[in-house]
Each structure stands twice: as C-alpha cells, then as structure tokens.
Nanobody, 114 residues
Framework: QVQLVESGGGLVQAGGSLRLSCAAS????????MGWYRQTPGKQRELVAG???????NYADSVKGRFTISRDNAKNTVYLQMNSLKPADTAVYYC????????WGQGTQVTVSS
C-alpha cells in the first residue's frame, strides 16, 4: 500500500504562483510513475504533469512552460510548481502514484481568480 498526502492548494490571483506537494509513504519502492491530475465538475480527470522513476517528465499542452514537476526521491515527495496561473487552471488537483497498483491522494483545491 502507498499513502499520498497532498498540500499547497489555495486561492491565488491570475498570474500568481502556487506549489503543490505530495508526500508518499508505505511501499514506495513499488512506485514507477508519479503525477498530478486535475478535475473540474462535469469533466474527466486529466493528466497535468508526470515524472517517471528515471526523471523523465511529460506535461499537458495547456501547462507547458508554466508548470514544472519535480521529484525528490530522498523525501519521497513530488512537487508541482505552478506559475502564471490562469482562471482555467482552477480545479481539484490529485496526486497519483502508479506502480504495482494505482494510488490517489485526497485532492487539493486550486482556485485562480481573475
């Protein structure tokens, strides 16, 4: 089992920045991929950014150049630095860890005001 605890969401004005953190505990050695997804009411959860165990990253086109995902293996934590935030980034953001099984955090609300 893997437990994921997210932090760092909140309310920010357009153009501002936030950093999300996701701390993993438990059977962390089973984790290959870690990523951040987001979801708004009535829409499917979408991948925002992901990082593999080797450090390779991928991003949704809508956040490229604005968001940066990083992984601190010593702290078992993945971060999502979000800059130049837009109202369209408003969503509940979920941390995901994928390995032997698929694990999700509880979600953290990000609200960007115009």
């Amino acid at each position: 089992q893997v437990q994921l605890v997210e932090s760092g969401g909140g309310l920010v004005q357009a153009g501002g920045s936030l950093r999300l953190s996701c701390a993993a505990s438990g059977n962390i050695f089973s984790i290959n991929f870690m990523g951040w997804y987001r979801q708004t009411p009535g829409k499917q959860r979408e991948l925002v950014a992901g990082v593999g165990s080797g450090g390779s990253t991928n991003y949704a086109d809508s956040v490229k150049g604005r968001f940066t995902i990083s992984r601190d293996n010593a702290k078992n934590t993945v971060y999502l630095q979000m800059n130049s935030l837009k109202p369209a980034d408003t969503a509940v953001y979920y941390c995901n860890a994928d390995g032997t099984n698929d694990y999700w955090g509880q979600g953290t609300q990000v609200t960007v005001s115009s």
